[in-house]
C-alpha cells in the first residue's frame, strides 16, 4: 500500500514539473511577451526595459530555472495589470471557486448515486424516467443559459434565491446546482449502467441466496462495486468543474479564479494566467492522485499492481 | 446413505412445478411442470443439456428467479411441512442460506471481490445464527478447515483474487455449509475445475454430505459425477423431467431413449469405439417446444403417437417413473 502510494505521489510530482514546463514553453512562444505588454508605439527602450523587468533579456535556459525555482517557492511573479503579486490573487480567490466546486459535487453526487440505484434496481419505473429526463436536460443545456434560466425563476420571479455574488449558503445553491447539473448527466448514468451490471452478477445472486435483505444486498455488495467506475469519473469531472467554473462564476458574479481568468485574458495579464493554468493543472493531479489512492482502498485488487 | 424410503423422511417435494420466461412476443417455459422428491440425508442428481431448466428449477427452489422476466406461475414446493411458495420474502429468506444453500457454477464470479474472504463466510453465521465477534470467527474458521483449506486463519483476511479458482470453490462451500442447512444445491460445481481439483471437490463435498446428513442436489450435464455422488437421478429434457430413478438401475437399465443416448455419449476407459455416439440435432427452442414428446424430432424411435401426445407417467416400481410411449406401449 505505502509503494503504491509512493509510486502515485511521485507521477504526481512529474505531472506538475510537466504542467509548469508546457506552461514556460506556451507562455513564450506565442509571441513576445515584452510587445505585447508595451504599448505599440512606445518605443525600443519600452520594450527593452517590460524585458529587462519580466527577465526575458537572459538566456533561455536561466530563465527556466528561475521560473522552476520560483514556483517552488510559490512566487509566480506580479500581476501587469496592477502589480499585486499572482500568488496572492489566487490565494484571495481560490476558496471561492472550491467551495463552488464542492457544492458543485455533492448536488451531482447527492442526485446520480440515488437516482442511478434505483433507476437500476427499479428498471423503467417512474423514479428511472425522471432521472433519465434529468440527466438528458443536464446533459443537452450549456451551463450559461441553464444558469440564467435558473436566476430568472427562482431569483427574479420567485425570489427566492439571490441571483448573483457571494454570500450566505443560500448564494451557493443556485451556482452549484448549474454547475453540478451537467456533471449529475453523466454521473446518473454510469451510476445505473455499473449498478446494472453489478446487479446481473453472480455474487450479487449469491448475496441474495445467503438470505440477505435486498437493503445489504444493494447497498453492501452491489453498491461498493458500482462505485468504481463512479469514482474514476469523478475525478475527471472535478476537472470539468475547473472549466464549467470559468463560466458559472462569469454568469454569477462569482469572485474565483475563474472570474480572475477571463479579466486577466481580457486584460492580458499574463503572469495571472499563467498562475490560473497551473492551478488547474495541479488541482486536477491532486484530485487524481487522491482519487487513486481511495480507488485502492476500495478494491483490494488494486494495492498490489503499482 | 440414510434411508430413504419412508415417506416422512421426506425433505423436499417439488410438485408440478412450473417457471416461465415471459419475454416481448413469447413465453419461454423454463420449467414446464417439474415433480421431484429429495429425501433426508439423500443426494438426488439433477441431468440433462445446457437449457434443459436445470438452474432455472434450483432458483425456483430458492425463488430467487430472475427480476423482472421470469415468474413461478404454477406448482408446490414442500420444505417438509411448508409449501415455500405460500410464504412472504420475509420468510423466504430465513430459508435461504440457512435451510437451504447453493453453490454456483463459477467460483470465479460467485464471490465479491471487495469484501474478504472471512467477511463473506460470516455473514450467514451473524444472519442466521446470530452469532458475533469471537464466537462466529470460530465457527468461520471452522467451516473453512471443514473444506479443507489450508492455514485458515491466515486466509480470512484475504480477498477472492488470492485464492485459486479451487480453493475460492472450496470457499463457496464453506459459505453454503457453516450454517449447516438441511438441503445443499449444487448448480455445477465443478464445471469450471480442471479434473484433478474437481475429484478432490468431489470427494470433499461427499465426506462433508456424509458426516453432516445433508440432503444434496446435484445439478450436472456429466453422468459420470452422478454415478459418483447421487443415489437418485431425475433426467430433464425441455424443462421436464423425463425419467427419474436409482442410480444404478438408471445406469443398467435406461428406459428414455435420452437418457439411454445421455449414456452412450459418455466416452468410457477402455471401450472400444471407434465414433463416440452424439445425439442428432439440437435441443428444442423453449419458446416453441413441439407438440407431443419434446423429444422426438431427435429420437431414433419415434413413432406417430409421439408427435401427438405427450406420453403419460408410468411407474416403473417405487418412485422412478419414465415418460415415454415405448414403455407405456409395451407393458
Redesign the interface.
Known amino acids: 500500500m505505502l509503494k503504491y502510494i509512493g509510486f502515485r505521489i511521485f507521477q504526481a510530482l512529474l505531472g506538475l514539473w510537466f504542467i509548469a514546463t508546457l506552461v514556460f514553453i506556451l507562455s513564450r512562444s506565442i509571441g513576445d511577451p515584452a510587445e505585447v505588454f508595451t504599448a505599440r508605439n512606445s518605443g525600443v527602450d519600452a520594450r527593452e526595459i517590460m524585458a529587462a523587468k519580466l527577465g526575458l533579456d537572459r538566456p533561455v535556459h536561466e530563465q527556466y530555472l528561475k521560473f522552476l525555482g520560483q514556483l517552488v517557492r510559490l512566487d509566480l511573479g506580479d500581476s501587469v495589470s496592477n502589480g499585486i503579486p499572482v500568488t496572492q490573487i489566487l490565494v484571495e480567490r481560490m476558496p471561492a471557486t472550491f467551495t463552488l466546486g464542492l457544492v458543485a459535487l455533492i448536488f451531482a453526487l447527492a442526485l446520480s448515486l440515488p437516482l442511478g440505484v434505483l433507476g437500476a434496481v427499479y428498471r423503467d419505473s417512474a423514479i428511472d424516467w425522471i432521472a433519465k429526463v434529468l440527466a438528458f436536460l443536464g446533459q443537452s443545456m450549456p451551463p450559461f443559459w441553464s444558469g440564467i434560466m435558473l436566476i430568472i425563476l427562482f431569483a427574479v420571479v420567485w425570489e427566492m434565491l439571490p441571483p448573483a455574488g457571494k454570500g450566505g449558503w443560500q448564494s451557493y445553491i443556485l451556482p452549484g446546482f448549474t454547475l453540478g447539473w451537467g456533471v449529475m448527466a453523466g454521473m446518473v448514468r454510469l451510476v445505473r449502467s455499473s449498478m446494472m451490471d453489478v446487479l446481473d452478477s453472480d455474487y450479487v445472486a449469491m448475496a441474495r441466496a445467503k438470505g440477505l435483505p435486498e437493503a445489504v444486498v444493494i447497498g453492501k455488495h452491489a453498491l461498493r462495486n458500482a462505485l468504481l467506475p463512479v469514482l474514476t469519473y469523478s475525478s475527471l469531472v472535478l476537472g470539468a468543474f475547473m472549466n464549467g467554473s470559468v463560466v458559472v462564476e462569469q454568469v454569477f458574479a462569482w469572485p474565483g479564479i475563474g472570474t480572475s481568468a477571463v479579466q486577466s485574458v481580457v486584460r492580458r495579464d499574463f503572469p495571472v494566467i499563467q498562475g490560473v493554468v497551473i492551478v488547474f493543472g495541479s488541482f486536477f493531479i491532486l484530485i487524481n492522485l487522491f482519487v487513486d489512492i481511495l480507488y485502492a482502498v476500495i478494491d483490494p485488487r488494486i494495492k498490489y499492481t503499482p | 446413505m440414510v434411508n430413504r424410503n419412508a415417506e416422512d423422511d421426506i425433505l423436499l417435494r417439488v410438485e408440478g412445478l412450473k417457471t416461465y420466461f415471459f419475454q416481448r412476443n413469447a413465453v419461454l417455459k423454463a420449467v414446464d411442470g417439474v415433480s421431484f422428491t429429495v429425501a433426508q440425508g439423500e443426494a438426488v442428481g439433477l441431468v440433462g443439456e445446457s437449457g434443459s431448466g436445470k438452474t432455472m428449477t434450483c432458483l425456483s427452489l430458492?425463488r430467487?428467479v430472475p427480476q423482472?422476466g421470469a415468474r413461478i406461475v404454477e406448482g408446490e414446493i414442500w420444505f417438509k411441512d411448508e409449501n415455500l411458495l405460500d410464504i412472504t420474502e420475509h420468510e423466504m429468506?430465513?430459508?435461504?442460506?440457512?435451510r437451504m444453500?447453493?453453490i454456483?457454477?463459477?467460483p470465479q464470479?460467485?464471490?465479491?471481490?471487495?469484501?474478504?474472504i472471512g467477511e463473506q463466510v460470516a455473514?450467514?453465521v451473524r444472519?442466521?445464527l446470530k452469532e458475533r465477534g469471537q464466537q462466529a470467527m470460530t465457527r468461520v474458521l471452522d467451516a473453512l478447515r471443514a473444506v479443507r483449506i489450508p492455514r485458515p486463519e491466515q486466509r480470512l483476511v484475504q480477498?477472492p483474487?488470492q485464492f485459486s479458482g479451487g480453493m475460492r470453490q472450496r470457499v463457496?462451500a464453506a459459505?453454503g455449509l457453516t450454517t449447516q442447512p438441511e438441503l445443499l444445491i449444487a448448480d455445477e460445481p465443478t464445471t469450471s475445475l480442471d479434473v484433478t481439483i474437481q475429484a478432490q471437490f468431489l470427494r470433499l463435498i461427499r465426506e462433508l454430505q456424509q458426516e453432516s446428513g445433508t440432503s444434496v442436489i446435484w445439478v450436472t450435464h456429466d453422468l459420470g459425477i452422478v454415478a459418483q455422488m447421487c443415489d437418485r437421478v431425475n433426467v430433464m429434457y425441455a424443462g421436464r423431467i423425463v425419467e427419474s430413478g436409482r442410480v444404478r438401475q438408471i445406469y443398467k437399465e435406461p428406459q428414455h431413449p435420452y437418457t439411454r443416448a445421455l449414456l452412450d455419449s459418455v466416452p468410457l476407459m477402455g471401450a472400444r469405439r471407434d465414433k463416440l455416439y452424439q445425439i442428432e440435432g439440437q435441443p428444442p427452442d423453449l419458446r416453441s417446444i413441439p407438440q407431443g414428446c419434446p423429444f422426438w424430432p431427435r429420437c431414433p424411435e419415434a413413432m406417430d403417437k409421439c408427435k401427438e401426445q405427450y406420453p403419460p407417467r408410468t411407474s416403473l416400481g417405487g418412485q422412478d417413473f419414465v415418460h415415454c410411449w415405448l414403455t407405456e406401449e409395451g407393458r
Open positions: 430458492m430467487l423482472p429468506r430465513a430459508y435461504r442460506g440457512h444453500a447453493i454456483m457454477q463459477d464470479t460467485s464471490l465479491n471481490p471487495v469484501y474478504s455473514e450467514p444472519l442466521h480477498y483474487h463457496v459459505m
